[in-house]
């Protein structure tokens, strides 16, 4: 395979767990790598493999790194007298939350002719959005429990308690809380509106049963390629500090314990999801199990290290994707029309 580049980092609230997941699968990935940082004024750096620790970023020594900007199918390295070319067809997003999930390196990364793992522009806007995630799944019939947007001038809510209330733009569980009375959903929400004017709020039950499958379509094979299915294991809910720990993992996991009806249904609904839009992406959809039916609760269109563990051989995840990598169509322009007006004065 030809050399790969992770790039992670980026100007967003998750930038640190950007940076977990890199360490993650540079521990995972046996091809040849390059690792891109983008710090949070969106220069970029090279980094070489053996300063990818945590504390080479949190010390900042990482500027001593040579910089980069993206190059047509590559990347130009900065020295103090020249430049250097350093070509590289692949790529892959790794940046959590926004510049990466928001579909802005999605678009550098088509406009410099990468192949690339990551969602499209229009998956991001969809995925990057909670409450267009909720619309998204009710066109396509996929199960949602209730919920409602609010926003800084409208914070009223019909939902009985207790209510989760979640950024909307937000992951990593940046910011989510439960709220069991009113005083509690006014202090919660004004927290969400530190980090996003859009907020979402969820009825929260108590003992729900959540699980995350991963997957991705191969277009060489005209195939879905579904991960394990993992039951979540959380106290209430996923708190910051459980969830990252826990997508730090790099070993393999086990398969949940569920019928073969619900786990069908739960590969209907993410093929449902991912659709043609999520093409050239590895996704991780969180679902519950309510009264015996699956409700989607998440897209989250760049997971935690990629979900390398949920699957038995990620490697030829990755792989698959690169070579069966749809490009967009190309555009031949002839001029006809304006040589039409030409000749035609």
């Not at 579909?103 to 409450?131: Q, V």
Request: charged share 30%; proline share 1%.
């Amino acid at each position: 395979m030809k050399k790969t580049a992770v790039i992670f980092g980026g100007n967003s609230y998750e930038h640190e767990i950007s940076i977990i997941s890199a360490i993650s699968l540079s521990g995972i990935l046996k091809q040849e790598l390059i690792f891109i940082f983008i710090d949070n004024k969106r220069e970029m750096f090279l980094i070489e493999s053996k300063n990818l620790k945590a504390s080479y970023f949190s010390s900042l020594d990482y500027k001593k790194s040579s910089k980069v900007v993206f190059e047509n199918k590559g990347f130009l390295k900065q020295g103090f007298l020249k430049t250097t070319s350093i070509k590289c067809e692949n790529a892959i997003n790794l940046i959590h939350g926004k510049d990466g999930e928001d579909g802005t390196i999605t678009s550098l990364l088509k406009w410099f002719d990468f192949k690339y793992i990551s969602p499209s522009i229009e998956a991001s806007a969809i995925s990057y959005n909670k409450i267009l995630t909720k619309i998204y799944a009710k066109e396509i019939n996929v199960n949602i429990l209730d919920y409602e947007a609010i926003n800084k001038t409208n914070t009223k809510t019909k939902l009985n308690f207790p209510i989760i209330v979640k950024p909307s733009t937000l992951g990593s569980s940046i910011a989510i809380n439960i709220a069991n009375n009113k005083d509690e959903l006014d202090y919660f929400i004004d927290i969400a509106l530190e980090y996003d004017d859009k907020i979402l709020l969820e009825p929260f039950i108590l003992g729900i049963k959540e699980y995350n499958l991963a997957g991705y379509f191969n277009t060489n094979e005209n195939k879905f390629h579904f991960s394990k299915i993992e039951e979540v294991k959380k106290d209430k809910m996923l708190d910051f500090d459980t969830k990252y720990l826990d997508f730090a993992r790099e070993e393999s996991i086990k398969e949940a314990d569920i019928n073969e009806n619900l786990k069908k249904e739960m590969k209907e609904a993410f093929s449902k999801i991912y659709n043609t839009m999520f093409i050239n992406s590895i996704i991780r959809c969180d679902f519950f199990i309510y009264e015996n039916k699956v409700f989607l609760n998440e897209i989250n269109s760049i997971p935690g290290s990629m979900a390398n563990y949920l699957f038995d051989d990620f490697e030829k995840a990755v792989h698959n994707i690169f070579s069966s990598f749809k490009k967009d169509k190309k555009i031949n322009i002839e001029y006809s029309y304006i040589e039409n007006i030409r000749k035609a004065k």
